[in-house]
């Protein structure tokens, strides 16, 4: 499973949880006037939805925000993100990996602990559920590396060139990942510090020390917005979460 065990402090208290959500990008394939984190999807922001539900997870101790340098704007479209638990700074990087680092050692200049548990969920997946996050938290608390949920393939996949399909692969094996990606604070900082800031995921940074994150299964509704079909897709879903009062 891992090529190095994880050393935790034997007198360490209970590990605490966070979660930190990355929320400093453009939103360039979105294709809109603003950062798609602050598009409005039915009666919030889509960073709204997400950080709604984080703030419903009684076990997360407090949930971080990352916001691009400068950002002015995320007051006015998540206003119900406030109180002890609610934690914002400004110090999104370049890429999406040096985001994460870069809230990682916020959240220890906060006073998490090497041993605390980090999970990190990207503000576009605004479907998220609190359910799925505990689903998450259940399954890897006990675990030695971590892991993060995610969805078996089902389509059949094409290695394509030019538009055409040159062959068809095995996809046995194959899973797409989504977040949240819960790992240790510790474990974390020296990945991606190893790894540098390419990586799109955390587990990629954490599979490159040679640990294995546990694969939970995810949902499909927890997709990523990343196309403007997305968006429509993830509004006509949350109407429906209307209906069941959960929005
Ligand atoms: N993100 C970030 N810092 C960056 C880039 C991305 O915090 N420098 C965040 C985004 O805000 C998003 C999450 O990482 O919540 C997932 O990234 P992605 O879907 O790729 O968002 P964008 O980078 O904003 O979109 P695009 O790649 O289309 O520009
Ligand atoms: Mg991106």
């Known amino acids: 499973m891992s090529a190095t065990a994880l050393q935790l402090p034997s ?32 009666r919030r922001s889509m960073v709204a939805h997400t950080l709604a539900t984080l703030l419903q997870v009684t076990r997360l101790q407090a949930t971080l925000v990352v916001l691009a340098p400068g950002d002015t704007g995320f007051s006015a479209h998540a206003p ?3 109180g002890e638990r609610a934690w914002v700074a400004c110090c ?20 998490a602990q090497a041993y605390d548990w980090v999970l990190v969920h990207d503000a576009a997946r605004c479907l998220l559920r609190a359910a799925w996050v505990d689903r998450l938290i259940d399954a890897c608390s006990g675990d030695a590396v971590g892991g993060l949920l995610a ?25 797409a990942a989504q977040t949240p990606q819960m790992f240790r604070l510790g474990l974390l900082q020296s990945a991606l510090a190893q ?12 599979e490159a020390l040679g640990h294995a994150p546990l694969l939970v299964r995810g949902e499909l509704e927890n997709f990523k917005i990343t196309w403007p079909q997305e968006l429509a897709l993830a509004e006509r879903l949350l109407r429906t979460r209307d209906a069941e009062t959960i929005v």
Request: proline residues 4%; glycine residues 12%; aromatic residues 6%.
């Open 195 to 206: 790894v540098g800031d390419s990586v799109t995921d955390e587990a990629s940074a954490v």
């Open 92 to 111: 999104g990087g370049a890429t999406r990996a040096a985001s994460v680092a870069r809230g990682l050692a916020e959240l220890e200049a906060r006073g």
């Open 11 to 42: 007198s360490a208290s209970a590990p605490r949880y966070f979660a930190l959500v990355p929320c400093a990008g453009v939103g360039e394939r979105a294709g809109l006037d603003m950062p798609k984190q602050y598009a409005r999807i039915g």
């Open 80 to 82: 119900g993100f406030h």
């Open 151 to 175: 969805l078996p393939v089902a389509d059949t996949l094409k290695q394509a060139s030019a538009g055409r399909a040159q062959q068809t692969l095995d996809r046995s094996e194959k899973w």
